[in-house]
Nanobody, 120 residues
Framework: QVQLVESGGGLVQPGGSLRLSCAAS????????MSWYRQAPGKERELVAS????????NYADSVKGRFTISRENAKNTVYLQMNNLKPEDTAVYYC?????????????WGQGTQVTVSS
């Protein structure tokens, strides 16, 4: 079965850093674009960052540009989100998503989420 497992969440003070990881199994990882989403209490789920299947291009939400970096290691079937200069408004559950669209079908898979709390 396809599985995405996130790790690295936790409690950090404002201005601190954290790195999230998402390990995939049972998929041809290099075929999938990868994304990080987040959802705070009372708010809709929002796209934070995305990276193409070969790692050649990245995109970020305006709220995290210059602070967050998405990257991937296809040999390890893993995507990362490096978060620097964290702010209280970054507090949310962070989700990993794998996406692939072929000529015949769309494939989307989600991780279980990991909590990030930014507080002093």
């Amino acid at each position: 079965q396809v599985q995405l497992v996130e790790s690295g969440g936790g409690l950090v003070q404002p201005g601190g850093s954290l790195r999230l990881s998402c390990a995939a199994s049972e998929i041809t990882f290099s075929f999938y674009a990868m994304s990080w989403y987040r959802q705070a209490p009372g708010k809709e789920r929002e796209l934070v960052a995305s990276i193409t299947s070969n790692g050649g291009s990245t995109n970020y939400a305006d709220s995290v540009k210059g602070r967050f970096t998405i990257s991937r290691e296809n040999a390890k079937n893993t995507v990362y989100l490096q978060m620097n200069n964290l702010k209280p408004e970054d507090t949310a559950v962070y989700y990993c998503k794998a996406a692939r669209t072929t000529w015949a079908r769309r494939y989307d898979y989600w991780g279980q989420g990991t909590q990030v709390t930014v507080s002093s």
